[in-house]
């Protein structure tokens, strides 16, 4: 059986990717530093999959020895690789906090890759690398804008260092999924998103307000140039996401890459306001949301969404579950965590 590296396992896309690339037949071993999460998610994997054994290494990925180790180690196929900091607005308080963690993990673990024999590298990139898009909905080809944050940088950087890089060392070949907007969580309510502290993203802050741990949603403005006044995004479901990098990974594990480094959009294709999420929430899961209209968020895009066109034709995968199922999944999530 081939083996997966997910680094960054244990988070919210990592434990979910584990989840499907199990399923779908690969080894997998997980390794995560554990700064952001805690054990609950890889302890819903384990449960979903029936995988007791599931390999698991606490470690961070800005430690070079300890990421070489790994990789002497372990025979590794493939690495998909998520360790890195998200959080937007932090990463304009601490810069250097991103940027170095951020980029420091991935090059150590291209130079560990490309030590130990693992050619196939998968990075989990995000649209926020096309900033404020001139024309929607964004291909590929659309053009990277200037990053609005730290974190969307490192992104960008990271794409580059991942494409220098396979253009450099014949060692090496990679795939840059971008994300969407990832939202919900698994059907079994086993494992989700579990931000620290107030969450920053809208999915978690509503399924806080409606369970009551937040008194109220404010929605970042509603005088923005689109129908309903409120940002559009390409809301992808979790599940989703997590399948187009069982995709990803059999395209390179297969032979089947064109190019030695390839970009995806990983996306509905579909846009959605934040006052339709809102409306959609509270109409699948039957219930009145507490939520106010508040000033615009400084930094947030008026509008994104993704043509997943090429994702469709060459990984052959397309996102399948509807925003009602998806926002059904988020609530569930939200009433398990707290024992209901
Ligand atoms: C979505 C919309 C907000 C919260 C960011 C990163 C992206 C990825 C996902 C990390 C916006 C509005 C939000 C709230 C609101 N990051 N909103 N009230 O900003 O599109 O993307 O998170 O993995 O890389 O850029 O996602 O969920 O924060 O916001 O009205 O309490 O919801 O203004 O229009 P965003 P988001």
Known sequence: MKRVLVSGGAGFIGSHVTVELIEAGYDVLVADDMSNCDLTCYEGVKKITGRDDLPFVKMSFCDMEATDKLFSEWKIDAVIHF??????????????????????????????AKAHGCRNVLFSSSATVYGEPEELPVTEKSPR?????????????????????????????????????????????????????VPNNLVPFITQTAIGRRECLSIFGDDYPTPDGTCQRDYIDIVDLARAHVCAVARMLDEKMEQEYEIFNVGTGRPLSVMELVNAFQKVNNLKLNYKIAPRRPGDVTAIWADPTLANEKLGWKATRTTEETLASAWAWEKHLAGK
């Not at 601490?94 to 951020?102: F, H, I, Q, R, V």
């Not at 992104?155 to 919900?184: H, M, T, W």
Request: glycine share 8%; hydrophobic share 35%.
């Open 83 to 112: 360790a890195a900091f998200k959080a937007v607005g932090e990463s304009v308080s601490d810069p250097l906090k991103y940027y170095g963690n951020n980029l420091q993990s991935f090059i150590n673990v291209l130079e560990a």
């Open 145 to 197: 804008q200037p990053s609005t944050s730290p974190y969307g940088n490192t992104k960008q950087i990271c794409e580059d260092i991942l494409r220098d890089s396979v253009a450099a060392y014949p060692q090496i070949r990679g795939i840059a999924l971008r994300y969407f907007n990832p939202i919900g969580a698994h059907p079994s309510a086993l494992i989700g998103e579990l931000p620290r502290g």
